[in-house]
């Protein structure tokens, strides 16, 4: 079965405008872009410089592991397409978060996920894929097959709606690898080959010290 990124009919501007909008750091365009690959969005909290996430109220508590990328609550809850503009313009810098609804997400350790790029891109697998820095990537694969991994302690599988991902440009995230609303999202069995050996030269290489 293939499934597409399910553009939303009438909402305008072509793949090239949504790929040049989502390698650009405003806010309010790159949520538009992501309602336009039909991908519900969500608000999260915001990273201020010097005071860290507005999740953090108390200031004795210890600091946010993922700052100005998470949702605003434990229940993630998309925006209505009229309200999208009016809530990024009330939270200037606020995460732009998208529950796990249109694609299933494989976060791995950054250096596992760059191996597993470098290998789908010389068999010229287009897998969208996001940073953290240098902490995480995360792959966006077929939604429902993401399982098939689930048994792999070192990916983190998400899938469904009350699981979600922090998109470009939340705080310290960024685009590797763009979608491409003419290409589907692979597979999880695609990625498994690629990941299967991407982890195992870890294990060799943590072997050899």
């Not at 995460?95 to 010229?124: K, Y």
Request: glycine content about 12%; overall charge neutral.
């Amino acid at each position: 079965m293939t499934i597409t990124y399910g553009s939303q009919p009438g909402t305008g501007g072509d793949m090239g405008d949504i790929l040049h909008v989502l390698h650009g750091r405003d806010t309010i365009e790159s949520a538009a872009a992501y309602r336009r690959l039909g991908w519900p969005v969500a608000i999260g909290h915001r990273q201020r410089t010097g005071s860290g996430c507005t999740c953090q109220t108390d200031p004795a508590a210890p600091p946010c592991l993922t700052p100005g990328a998470h949702p605003l609550g434990v229940t993630v809850v998309p925006l209505a397409s009229g309200d999208l503009t009016a809530a990024f313009e009330a939270a200037p810098g606020a995460g732009v978060i998208v529950p796990c609804t249109r694609f299933d997400a494989l976060v791995v350790a950054h250096a596992i996920g760059m191996g597993v790029m470098l290998r789908a891109d010389a068999t010229n697998l287009h897998i969208p894929c996001l940073t953290a820095g240098h902490t995480t990537a995360t792959l966006l694969v077929e939604p429902g097959t993401g399982s098939l991994l689930a048994d792999c302690p070192q990916v983190d599988v998400r899938s469904g709606p009350h699981r979600w991902v922090a998109m470009p440009p939340s705080y310290g995230i960024r685009w590797d690898t763009a979608p491409d609303d003419e290409l589907p999202l692979p597979p999880a069995k695609s990625v498994r080959p690629h990941l299967a050996q991407v982890l195992k030269l870890s294990l060799a290489a943590r072997a050899q010290g």
